[in-house]
Each structure stands twice: as C-alpha cells, then as structure tokens.
C-alpha cells in the first residue's frame, strides 16, 4: 500500500474539483485535516466507510488507511501536519497541551469529526479565509494562515474529547492519556489489551492498574473498552456494509454469537434492531 510522508511540518492543499478520485487506498505518516469544501460521496477509512457533503471535516490520523469515492463532482481542501509542527507553533500553553492531545487520541475517528453543532457553523467561514489568504497571497498571509489553522486543530482537539470519558482532557495525567491510546491503537488486538500487557507496558502493577485507570476515567477499564468497541460497531452498522460475523472478527469477539449477546446487553437490542430503529 501506498504511504505517503510530509516532508515539512506543515502543508496547505486546494485541489481543483475532481469527478473521481486520483488516489487509491493509502496511508500517510502524518496528521491530516481533509474539509469538503463542495460535492458529495464516500469516505473509506479503515475498512468503514461514510458518506461525506459540503461542510464536513474529517480527521486522519498517522496510519490510518482511506480513500473517496466522489458521487458528485467535489473540491477537497487538505490541512497536513506532523507532532513537529505542534511543538512549532506560536500557541499558548494550554493550546498546545490541546494539540498534543489530538496526537494521543485521534485514532480512529469515526466519520466527520464535528460532534458539536455550533463548531460546525465556525469551521466554514475559517476555512474559506485559509483559502483565501492562501490563494491572494497578501500582505502577512501566512501568519493569518497559522492563526487559522491553529484555531481549526484546537477546535478539533475540543471535538475529539467529547467522545473521551468525562475526566479525562488535556489536562489529565500523561500516563493516563498513553493508557487511552494505547488501548485504542491496539483495539483491533484483544492479546494486548489485557491487564497483563498494559501493566508490563506502562510499569504498572496489575493490581494497581485498575484503581488508577478508575481513578482517571471514572469507569473500569474493561467498561471503557467495551464502550469503545460498542461505539465502532455502531459505526459501522450505520455508515458501513460488513456482515456482523465481520465486525466480530475485526474486534476481537469470539463470533457473531458473542457480539450480538454483548450488543444486547449494553444497548437493550440487537445490532440488526439497531440499525433499523436509526433508519425508521
């Protein structure tokens, strides 16, 4: 597979209006902020896919695979950066604990990254400036770039902690981000996520871990976990087209079986009365 480097911190592009995609499936090493600025189709990430419209803004992650599948003729503008560009940057303090807090946390996002209505309505108008300030070249653009960019990567930052547990944010310990991210890097690996391999991974007592990751998330780390999975099989119930028995494999559950029972115990129905209760 193809995989893409940045070779610079941070880089702007403005593609012309495509009525198919020039790329097959890839990967970058880098981060990758990619808005909709017209058009509509699929977005492939990670073996899930989900639609995309104008207005929509999609966060990659390093290692993470996608590809569009373009239905009406669309214009993509892309916003890439490496952890260098994060240490880089001219933000305050508490901005760039946000930023770095996109690095440990932003592995597989689920669809557009906007869960907060009112952002949604503040991301546009940013972004058609970038654009601008990028294509008339004026008088100090590229400091207005940087500011803009900033403001677009914190307000993603903000965007990605709402799916986090209530206690964790940037301000957490860093033990406890790593312990989140290294569960959700290894989500597709049920072998590494037990107590056993976290504890040997962070220096932590086996007896200790749990007390601590309670502690910091307000749940056990199985309950997180499990809502973790339960979350992504969501996800792919309502924006994908892979059978249960699938889901299953990729996730690590025993079979289809162990799914469905586990579906119904947390959310009261079956992953198939699930996905016909959100289409009615």
């Known amino acids: 597979m193809v995989k893409d480097n940045l070779y610079e911190p941070f880089q702007i592009v403005l593609k012309e209006m495509l009525d198919e995609c020039p790329r097959p499936e890839h990967k970058h090493s880098f981060f990758e902020l990619v808005f909709i600025v017209s058009g509509d189709g699929m977005h492939h990430i990670n073996n899930t896919s989900f639609p995309y419209r104008a207005g929509q803004l999609f966060m990659l992650a390093p290692e993470d695979t996608h590809r569009f599948s373009i239905k009406a003729p669309t214009q993509f503008f892309f916003i890439r950066f490496t952890d260098i560009y ?53 008088l100090y653009n590229k400091e207005l770039i940087r500011q803009y960019v900033n403001t677009l990567i914190v307000i993603v930052a ?15 310990e860093e033990k406890a981000l790593d312990i989140l991210q290294y569960i959700q890097a290894n989500i597709y690996q049920p072998e590494r996520l037990r107590a056993e391999c976290i504890s040997k991974a962070f220096g932590i007592s ?30 792919r119930l309502l924006h994908g087209n892979m059978r249960i028995s699938e889901i299953a494999d990729e996730l690590g559950f025993t079979d289809k079986s162990h799914l469905i029972r586990i579906f119904r115990k947390y959310k009261g129905m079956s992953p198939t009365e699930f996905k016909k209760s959100v289409s009615a």
């Not at 996109?102 to 869960?115: E, F, P, S, T």
């Not at 903000?158 to 957490?172: D, K």
């Open 86 to 138: 994060i240490k880089s940057s001219s933000l305050h303090t508490d901005a760039v604990e946000r930023l770095e807090f996109i690095l440990k946390n932003a592995n597989h996002m689920a669809g557009c990254v906007l869960k907060n209505p009112a952002d949604r309505m503040v991301v546009k108008p940013i972004v058609e400036a970038i654009i601008r300030e990028h294509t008339n070249n004026d």
């Open 206 to 235: 086996e007896t200790y871990l749990g007390r601590y990751f309670k502690k910091h998330a307000n749940e056990t780390m199985q309950q997180y976990i499990i809502s973790y999975k339960l979350k992504m099989i969501e996800n």
């Open 158 to 172: 903000r965007n990605i902690a709402m799916g986090l547990p209530e206690q964790i944010n940037e301000r957490s």
